[in-house]
């Protein structure tokens, strides 16, 4: 469980296993466009409305730049993970060459989980939006209701099966048409933004940001409780980092991917939620189909099918990139055998993760066919700022002990002091009444932080891009994911609960099973390749 491999073995021992490489075709803008549109999906749509009117009023604008400020950390942290590691794995390879098979594993299956269970919610609320683009009211007009199934599994999508399967068979034939196609998608999605920001400007009135209760009607507490919501507009940018074996010249590519596309979404959210409250005063946006409405309060009926269809052109951008992730995600865990390995096959004309693809392509469609988006949704944001909070942890105790060769247990207790006060932070924010605990753990934490900076020197490899201002940036990305945790409901931690079992009960009885006989058959074959019988080597030297 505890055992890790060198950056060294992931990027050649272990990635020949999946016999032909993936081809190196994209360059920077193709993973520019690849990360805006995998975050651009529906969140903004579904989110803005809800946030301005029941959380942050007219300052939802803030709300995004906190998320965004949080989101562009915590893709710091990926970012140079990627340039040392510029395998397909993502935060699974991260994590299993600092904290060991398991944590990498688990952390894996979590991301797996978040990208199917979130592909097959985000393809159901496809075929919403294309109601709205053709003028239908009611979504389920275009959904079978099968009457002897349960509340929830009973309206068949078979629309969100249909742009599934087209999508995976489009990521089957190649990444970089694939690419073409997401960039193509990606500038009419810009473009359509573009349309509503300009709008929404021209035909609203300043005077909206401070009616009828001032910017911030609910204080710093409904800003903050704004931003942990839209938080989630921005997952999708570790999608990039999947991407490391398919791009040319990475040291370069995968930085200016990475934090571009965030940057460019951080701006574009703002300027969409404040085109939003400038059109309608905050109390009076409408819950659901937010900009729809609020064209139609401004005499544009027309507006709100063509919001219909951009954002469903957003959504078929979105789930390509996301689709194009958990592929290869999949693929890299089956090269480490904790899952069987016909998955790891890279197919040796097209250059994708052929059998990955497919598989998990059935797996969303299945989903997306009877499951309800509401049952879904819940269990979705917990592993992905799981994942997140485990790659900053692994970045500070990665330069500070591996890279450093400094003692682990200092830079330990500093992980558990840090992550121990933001709970206590967030506790105390919960709560409200117990305002004393906010300045006793915030200050804990800066105070800890700046001693750890001055007691333990961090010697990072030369020549490397590297995080700015460590170990600030990420401890700060390990408070804001505890912090975002704790704002999630009971039921999101019982069911992560379940799934947290289910997904250990494989490891233990397949997985580690697996992942050793792998490397027993690699002792034997290196054995066996000894040329002079003198010198052979037992399996425990080699």
């Known amino acids: 469980m505890l055992a890790t491999w060198t950056p060294d073995q992931e990027l050649n021992q272990v990635r020949l ?14 993973l520019v466009a690849l990360g805006v549109g995998g975050m651009l999906g529906v969140g903004v749509f579904v989110t803005t409305g809800p946030v301005a009117r029941n959380h942050s009023g007219p300052s939802v604008f803030i709300s995004y730049i906190i998320a ?3 989101a562009l950390l915590s893709s710091l942290c990926y970012t140079e993970f990627s340039v040392q590691i510029p395998v397909a794995g993502g935060a699974f390879s991260y994590l299993r060459v600092t904290f060991g098979e398991f944590v990498g594993y688990f952390a894996g299956a979590n991301i797996l989980m978040e990208y199917v269970l979130s592909n097959a919610a985000v393809a159901r609320s496809f075929t919403e939006y294309l109601c709205s683009a053709f003028g239908i009211s009611d979504p389920n007009s275009w959904r079978v209701e099968v009457p002897g199934l349960l509340q929830g599994y009973n309206k068949l999508d078979f629309s969100a099966v249909a742009l599934v399967l087209i999508l995976t068979f489009c990521l089957c034939h190649s990444t970089k048409e694939s690419s073409i196609l997401n960039l193509i998608m990606t500038a009419f999605h810009i473009v359509f933004f573009g349309f509503i920001i300009i709008m929404g400007f021209c035909n609203g009135s300043v005077e909206n940001l401070v009616k ?12 903050l409780d704004g931003a942990a ?11 990039v980092s999947t991407l490391a074996e398919e791009i040319q010249n990475p040291l370069v590519t995968l930085p200016v991917g990475i934090i571009g596309s965030v940057f460019i979404v951080s701006g574009l959210y703002c300027l969409m939620a404040l085109a939003l409250c400038v059109m309608v005063p905050y109390n009076q946006i409408a819950e659901k189909a937010s900009y729809s ?8 009926k027309w507006a709100g099918n063509i919001v219909g269809a951009g954002a469903s052109l957003g959504i078929v951008a979105s789930l390509l990139v996301a689709m194009l992730g958990q592929a290869r995600y999949l693929c890299v865990i089956g090269r480490a ?4 390995s016909w998955l790891s096959k890279v197919h040796p004309s097209t250059g994708t993760p052929l059998n990955a693809t497919l598989f998990l392509g059935l797996c969303t469609a299945s989903i997306a066919l009877f499951t309800d988006l509401d049952i879904v949704i819940e269990i979705i944001s917990i592993g992905t700022l799981l994942v997140f909070y485990l790659v900053a942890n692994a970045l500070i105790y990665r330069k500070y002990v591996l890279t450093s060769k400094n003692p682990p247990f200092p830079t330990l207790s500093f992980l558990f002091l840090i992550t121990s006060c933001a709970i206590g932070f967030s506790i105390s924010w919960k709560l ?4 004393w605990g906010l300045p006793l753990f915030g200050g804990i934490i800066m105070v800890v932080t700046a001693f750890f900076q001055y007691t333990v020197p961090c010697l990072g490899p ?28 009971m039921l999101s931690f019982q069911r992560f609960a379940i799934w947290g079992l289910l997904i250990t009960l494989f490891y233990v009885l397949y997985g580690v099973h697996s992942t050793f006989e792998a490397e027993e058959m690699g002792m034997e074959m290196a054995v066996n390749e000894v040329p002079n019988p003198s010198i052979q080597l037992t399996k425990l030297e080699v």
């Open 337 to 340: 055998r904790l899952v069987p």
């Open 229 to 239: 919501i839209v938080y989630f507009s921005y997952i999708g940018y570790d999608s």
């Open 462 to 489: 030369p020549g490397e891009w590297s995080v700015p201002f460590m170990p600030w940036t990420a401890a700060v990305s390990i408070f804001l994911n505890v912090f975002l945790m704790t704002t999630l409901k």
């Open 293 to 300: 409405m609020a064209f139609q309060r401004i005499g544009w």
């Open 17 to 30: 296993r999946s016999g032909a490489d993936m081809k190196r075709k994209l360059k920077w803008y193709d």
């Open 212 to 223: 009828p209760t001032g910017l911030t009607p609910n204080g710093i507490r409904g800003v």
């Open 68 to 70: 965004g400020i949080s």
């Open 432 to 435: 409200e009444q117990q305002w």
